[in-house]
C-alpha cells in the first residue's frame, strides 16, 4: 500500500517558469510534509517542510501548499533554473515525542530545467 | 545541520559475501536511520537504530540480511549479508536532530555481481 502518491514522474520546464509537483496522503496521522531535493550521486537535502496546522508556507522560490481536507500538498517551484534540475521527494511523518521519524516517501519526480 | 558522512562511497561486490556499510555523524544524535534507495526509484525505511537498543526493522527487512550496530550517538553500521544482485542499490543513512529534520549522508553505490 503507497501511502504517499506523488506526481507526475517528470516534468520539463523551461527557464522561469513555474514548477508544480503534487503528493496526496491516506494516513491522517501524518503531521509532517517535507520535500527533499536530489542531486545525481547524492542523498537527499531537505528543501522545504510544512506542519498540517498552516495552508502555506514559503521559502524564497519555493512554496508548499497544505490542503488538510483533501489530504494533498504540493510544491511550487517559482522562476525555474536549469540549476533546479534535480529528483524532488515528498514525504510524510508522524510526530512522536517531539521528533519526526520513519519518513515515508513519495516515488519522486524527475524535474528538468530547460535553459 | 547535521554533517553526515559514510564509508565506503561505492563498491562492487560478488556475490554470496558481505559488505559494512559506515554512518559517522558530526554531532550526537538520538536516532539514525538506513534506508535504500534502487536504481531510479525512491526510498524505503530498512530499520531504525537506536543507540543502546536493538535496531527495529520494518515489514521486508531482516536482521539476519541487515544486521545493524549503534554503538555510540555518533556512528552506526550496516552490514549487507550474503549478497545477490538484487541487493544492489544505494544506501543512506540519516539522523533525525530532534528539531523536525531529518538528514540524509551522501549515500553508499553497492554494485552486487
Known amino acids: 500500500q503507497q501511502q504517499v502518491k506523488q506526481s507526475p514522474q517528470s516534468l520539463i520546464v523551461q527557464k522561469g517558469g513555474i514548477s508544480i509537483i503534487n503528493c496526496a496522503y491516506e494516513?491522517?496521522?501524518?503531521?509532517?510534509f517535507p520535500w527533499y531535493q536530489q542531486f545525481p550521486g547524492k542523498g537527499p537535502a531537505l528543501l522545504i517542510a510544512i506542519r498540517p496546522d498552516v495552508s502555506e508556507k514559503k521559502e524564497g522560490r519555493f512554496t508548499i501548499s497544505f490542503n488538510k481536507s483533501a489530504k494533498q500538498f504540493s510544491l511550487h517551484i517559482m522562476d525555474s533554473q536549469p540549476g533546479d534540475s534535480a529528483t524532488y521527494f515528498c514525504a510524510a511523518s508522524m510526530s512522536s515525542g517531539g521528533s519526526n521519524y520513519k519518513l515515508t516517501f513519495g516515488k519522486g519526480t524527475l524535474l528538468t530545467v530547460n535553459p | 545541520s547535521a554533517v553526515i558522512s559514510q564509508k565506503p562511497s561505492r563498491d562492487i561486490c560478488q556475490r554470496g559475501t558481505s559488505l559494512t556499510i559506515q554512518c559517522q555523524v558530526d554531532?550526537?544524535?538520538?536516532?539514525m536511520f538506513w534506508y535504500r534507495q534502487q536504481p531510479g526509484q525512491s526510498l524505503t525505511l530498512i530499520a531504525t537504530?537506536?543507540?543502546?537498543?536493538?535496531?527495529?526493522?520494518e515489514s521486508g527487512f531482516v536482521i539476519d540480511k541487515f544486521p545493524i550496530s549503534r554503538p555510540n550517538l555518533t556512528f552506526s553500521t550496516l552490514t549487507v549479508s550474503n549478497m545477490s544482485p538484487e541487493d544492489s542499490s544505494i544506501y543512506l543513512c540519516?539522523?533525525?536532530?530532534?528539531?523536525?529534520?531529518?538528514?540524509f549522508g551522501p549515500g553508499t553505490r553497492l554494485l552486487v555481481l
Open positions: 537504530a537506536n543507540q543502546g537498543s536493538e535496531a527495529t526493522y
Open positions: 494516513n491522517t496521522a501524518f503531521d509532517y
Open positions: 554531532s550526537q544524535v538520538t536516532m
Open positions: 540519516s539522523v533525525d536532530d530532534s528539531k523536525e529534520t531529518q538528514y
